[in-house]
């Protein structure tokens, strides 16, 4: 396969599994890097950024990706097989919890979308298959002056000054684009996947948005979709 962004010892294959996470609405603390990188000897978080790849069918993240998207992380994806999970969470009100848990869809195979919530945190994921050969340009989305250096004097600042964020992974800065419009309440992405997925609104239902909608998507959403692929 090939390699996914332009960061130095990342690239998945047929015989590992591989992480990337990225925080964007905060860095995080010394004490936070502790509990991320005692999930693996080989992990070595910054103040916004982990990775981890485990090779073979027997080695993977303890505890599953979920906890360090509820806990730490905002945006997330992983590659086994040429399976991609595609995850974004965010803080929001039980009224947009329960707006967005109405996009969650799965097929025969169990691709699609997955919802839930924690507290007053709700993780979406994608379940999909991509082809990384579509990223060929890890400049072209996301946020600017993306500071990843390990700086534990700025530990403190843990409510910085808003800044714009960005990450040397492509799919990473993609998904966070994405994450800002579901935290608006834009769900075509997720509409998107499920009509991938075969969703037809019944008769007598009306669609969550429509065709004219869907023809008009922000860049970023359109783009991630055309990534995607359900089979």
Request: proline residues 3%; negative net charge; charged residues 30%.
């Amino acid at each position: 396969m090939k390699i996914l962004s332009i960061r130095k010892g990342f690239q998945a294959d047929h015989s590992s599994t591989s992480y990337e996470f990225l925080a964007v609405d905060k860095v995080l603390t010394a004490s936070e890097r502790k509990q991320v990188s005692g999930l693996s000897s080989r992990a070595m978080p910054t103040k916004r950024r982990v990775s981890f790849i485990y090779h073979g069918d027997w080695n993977d993240l303890p505890g599953g990706w979920e906890p360090l998207v509820e806990n730490y992380y905002d945006v997330m994806y992983t590659e086994s097989y040429d399976w991609w999970t595609l995850a974004m969470a965010f803080d929001t009100d039980q009224k947009t919890i329960n707006q967005i848990s109405g996009f969650q869809y799965n097929d025969i195979n169990d691709m699609g979308v997955d919802i839930y919530s924690k507290g007053n945190r709700v993780v979406v994921s994608i379940h999909c298959r991509m082809d990384p050969g579509l990223f060929m340009d890890e400049n072209q989305y996301g946020y600017n002056d993306y500071d990843d250096d390990w700086d534990d004097d700025e530990d403190d600042l843990e409510e910085e000054d808003e800044v714009d964020v960005e990450a040397d992974d492509s799919l990473l800065n993609l998904l966070a684009e994405n994450r800002e419009y579901l935290k608006k309440g834009d769900y075509r992405l997720l509409y998107g996947v499920m009509e991938k997925c075969g969703y037809e609104p019944e008769d007598d239902e009306e669609p969550f948005y429509s065709s004219t909608e869907m023809e008009n998507l922000p860049h970023p959403v359109e783009e991630l979709l055309t990534f995607i692929q359900i089979e």
